[in-house]
């Protein structure tokens, strides 16, 4: 497919495994909501809908073999108030929904997935505001009404689950999705809440009840860290954010004029980086996708080949620069809300109701799954520099190199350019005999749901290749056929 291609500037780069930058502390996954029922879904998002019901062991286990195949070890868990306190101080423990969320949660305790657990948002009518309690959407848009019965209930959820349930893959808690954009935590007059008071007295509360779950926050689309005030910064156990709107570099038409080329979100983030290095804490992005081509309803656009290539250079880009955790929108998503997001096909809109068949989603499963697949949650990002792979006017070629908690060596590059790229890749400290396979997606794979990602072997510390058009390749020192799971999860169940 290449042989008629011509290459691009060759890419040179040169990794020392002696020389480690930083940890990838929380690691990659997705977001996986367990929220099956809101009040007015027209303005729910996509946060809701497409698993199988509890009861139905035979999809459950189909949905466990898709994400054992990527590896997933880390996971936004989207909840709301009102699956598990419908009424002030009635708790419904054992609600539909409610055992959808023990099912996610069992697949992350029993792999050593860590959790980052979400309340999406509270939707619930007895602590709405007066004026909002007869508008189901006004219901679902409320900030708490009373902040002490919101802490109660939703610090209640956390230690049921960590306590009762046993869940000790929970390490974060967030409080409300996007409270200042999206926005379901506003007051009676519809602007904004403040989220500070909550961010207090939930931080206060689980510290008294001495449960080992922290903050995360801000939970905002895009900003910057000169957004998080000095008041909180001592309340946040990590900070995370959500990013939509990167592009490639080269890309000059956007669906969305607030899109921007990834050279300018790495260049933000890494101040991210910088400033939560400062206070001692892990940055994250707890939501990561792509608008720049377009979505909403049943479109395609957000989980087409070019959007979800462009998913994984920016993960590599960012985790060159210090950014420990990645969740991408997301494992589970109906697909006929606001855009074909999801990882894997739950849910068939034409017939309105779950698929009896789970399958992988074309493009977006592949290529996201594989980058999961071989990079674990704590691994060791290496010194790496990397020359070369461009076009002339932008940088095309992108890597990233990690040492596993297993010791194994994972090298992830994207190729972003219509035309192929040579190879040279030399790993500094590595045995020279050492060796790697590799396993790759591209335009071959672009739109299919039957891909198989086989290793192919022959590769070692002195590594000559060509990177294909728009693809993404992985060499690592694990060999693992197609029908396996990762082989990281092993490693991540014997050191649980």
Known sequence: MTDTITLMTPARWRLDMTRPRHSLRCGLGACWHAIEHPSDPTYAGSAWGGNPPAENEEAWQQLYKLADWTGMS?????????MYEPEQRVFTWDSPEMRVLFRILDWCQSRGAMVFLQQQYNNV?????????????????????????????????????VRERGYTCIR?????????????????????????????????????????VTLAGPDL???????????????????????????????????FDWCYPMREGVEKFAAWVAYARRHGKPFFLGELGTFDYGMGESKP?????????????????????????????????????????????????????PRATIEPHPNSFYLWGLLCRFISAGATVLDAKLTGGGDGRFQRVFGTAVRNPDGSLTLAVVNDDKTAAPLDARIEGADQDSGFYRYRVDLADRDRKDVEIRPHGGFCACLID???PMSFTVYTTHERGHHEHSPLLKNRLENR
């Open 221 to 255: 689309v895009e900003t910057p860290c000169s957004d998080v005030t000095d008041t909180a910064v001592s309340h946040f156990g990590a900070f995370e954010v959500h990013s939509y709107g990167g592009a490639y570099d080269w890309r000059n038409e956007h669906a």
């Open 74 to 82: 880390f996971l936004r868990v989207e909840v709301s108030q009102r």
């Open 125 to 161: 009518v007895w602590n709405a505001f007066p004026e909002f309690r007869d508008d189901e959407i006004g219901v679902l848009r409320s900030g708490p009404y009373s902040l002490d019965e919101f802490t109660h209930g939703i610090v209640a959820l956390t230690e049921f689950l």
């Open 466 to 468: 060509t990177l294909p």
């Open 301 to 353: 656009e957000p989980g087409s080949y070019d959007a979800a290539l462009k998913d994984v250079e920016y993960a590599i880009r960012l985790a060159n620069v210090g950014v420990e955790g990645f969740c991408r929108w997301s494992f589970v998503n109906r697909g006929n809300l606001d855009g074909q997001w999801q990882l894997v096909d739950t849910w068939d809109p034409e017939k309105e109701c």
């Open 172 to 212: 974060y808690l967030g409080l409300s999705n996007e409270p200042h954009e999206w926005c379901c935590w506003r007051s009676s007059t519809q602007s904004p809440m403040p989220m500070l008071p909550a961010v207090e007295a939930v931080a206060r509360e689980l510290a008294a009840r001495d449960l080992p």
